[in-house]
């Protein structure tokens, strides 16, 4: 199992190389290492799935793939495949990396396991705080969105679609997401660090707003 897990690091490096910086290997490994953190609280979960859901959890994200969900199951299982990596593992860590991300429109997750929830709320804990605030200002740039325009409200009833396809300024991501997940994190270690890295994120946007409108 370890020179599998080494392998795949290898391979998601070599794949994720020149990637967007919020979404390049750093932050996978942000996620590995953030899930087995949660893992070591949580009882009976497969430290081998984890692993590997975490490491490949972003291997192919849509958005860098005009929205095609398809890309990044299909490229895990031929890696995996490659590998001889039991089906049942494979079936398991595609699962994973099918429903982990927060898509808007209040999609429903069609499946749920112990290892999803670790390795979600590994991925979620990335999105806030310190490296959520820079990560998301990074993808804006990225995207060449508005910082801020007090002219347009955030939208908390898009659909799906119109969650992909929003090119809102950035700071309406906080409220479109973000500050959203704090709620929705699935282990008790995940909530617990949630908590902190919200409360940064609340008071960065209150010395945003304080800046914007040039007070002292």
């Not at 070591?40 to 994200?61: P, T």
């Not at 849509?62 to 929205?67: A, L, P, R, T, W």
């Amino acid at each position: 199992m370890d020179v599998i897990i080494s392998k795949t690091i290898d391979f998601v490096k070599e794949e994720l190389a020149g990637a967007e910086g919020g979404h390049d290997w750093f932050h996978i490994y942000r996620v590995f290492k953030n899930s087995l953190l949660i893992a070591k609280g949580e009882k009976n979960v497969d430290n081998f799935v984890i692993q590997l859901g975490a490491l490949l959890h972003d291997i192919a994200d849509s958005k860098f793939h005009d929205g095609d969900e398809t890309v990044g199951p299909k490229i895990a299982t031929e890696f995996l495949e490659s590998l001889h990596v039991e089906h049942i593992v494979i079936d398991h860590v595609v699962n994973i990396i099918k429903n982990i991300s927060f898509k808007g429109g209040n999609a429903a997750q069609k499946f749920k396991s112990p290892e999803l929830d670790i390795v979600q709320d590994a991925d979620r804990l990335d999105a806030i705080g310190a490296i959520g605030i820079a990560r998301c200002f990074n993808y804006g740039g990225f995207k060449n969105r508005a910082l801020y325009d007090p002219d347009i409200a955030p939208d908390l009833n898009m659909t799906k679609e119109e969650y992909k396809k929003s090119t809102a300024p950035t700071i309406n991501h906080f409220y479109e997401k973000l500050l959203l997940l704090k709620d929705r994190m699935n282990t008790k270690t995940g909530k617990k660090i949630a908590l902190e890295r919200h409360a940064y994120m609340e008071q960065f946007l209150k010395q945003f707003y304080k800046e914007w409108e040039g007070a002292s």
